[in-house]
């Protein structure tokens, strides 16, 4: 049976639309760094890393390069951990733009897939297809735990609307927000999507 994160991971890819309390287990991803502006023209070539990536293994049965216990599956969403550069938070205020955003963009892998796969995948790639940054990818095990999190709809740049729901029920229930780092977690995709209909996950670590 194919596997379907949309069936298989709903608790942490498809909360609903008020914030939650939610533990959030360690999960394999395929990741890259980058900084600045995400309406700028580099923050596609960080995209078209981890999608080669995570493509070359979905595929990976066609080409005979398919790892130990591979099952078909669909491929996960896109996500964000994004944070500002240490000079911003220096400045502070409202001085902070978007060109000062640091950010790890990242794919999700299944479970079959081992480190020591994944960097064979980024080998091949690389031989394959040398894409602009893609010696900045990486495979990693990132384990959240305690979180708060829910679905916003609307466009992007309406996110601290949520945001100040969150932080509202996390008083509200004796949890702190551990920082201004947060995951965003894109169920829509912009290019197809109208900006008040897009649905992007938000989620932060608490205490």
Request: charged share 30%.
């Amino acid at each position: 049976m194919k596997l379907d994160w949309k069936k298989t991971d709903k608790a942490w890819y498809l909360p609903g639309t008020e914030p939650e309390f939610v533990t959030v287990p360690a999960f394999r991803f395929f990741a890259i760094r980058g900084a600045g502006d995400p309406n700028g023209p580099e923050f596609p070539e960080y995209m078209q890393v981890l999608y080669a990536l995570a493509y070359a293994v979905r595929m990976s049965p066609k080409s005979g390069t398919a790892p130990a216990g591979y099952r078909e599956y669909s491929v996960f969403p896109l996500e964000g951990v994004w944070d500002v550069s240490e000079e911003a938070k220096a400045r502070g205020g409202s001085e902070i733009s978007k060109s000062d955003y640091v950010f790890d963009l990242m794919i999700r892998q299944p479970d079959f897939v081992t480190e020591e796969y994944a960097l064979s995948v980024i080998e091949r790639t690389k031989a394959r297809k040398p894409l602009p940054r893609l010696d900045r990818a990486r495979f990693e095990v990132l384990e959240e735990g305690p979180c708060v999190q829910m679905t916003h709809v609307g466009p992007y740049d309406a996110e601290p609307a949520s945001f100040a729901r969150m932080e509202a029920y996390c008083e509200s229930r004796g949890l702190r927000r551990l920082s201004k780092v947060h995951r965003e977690i894109y169920l829509s995709d912009p290019r197809k999507t109208a900006p008040e209909k897009l649905r992007t996950v938000l989620r932060f670590k608490v205490k």
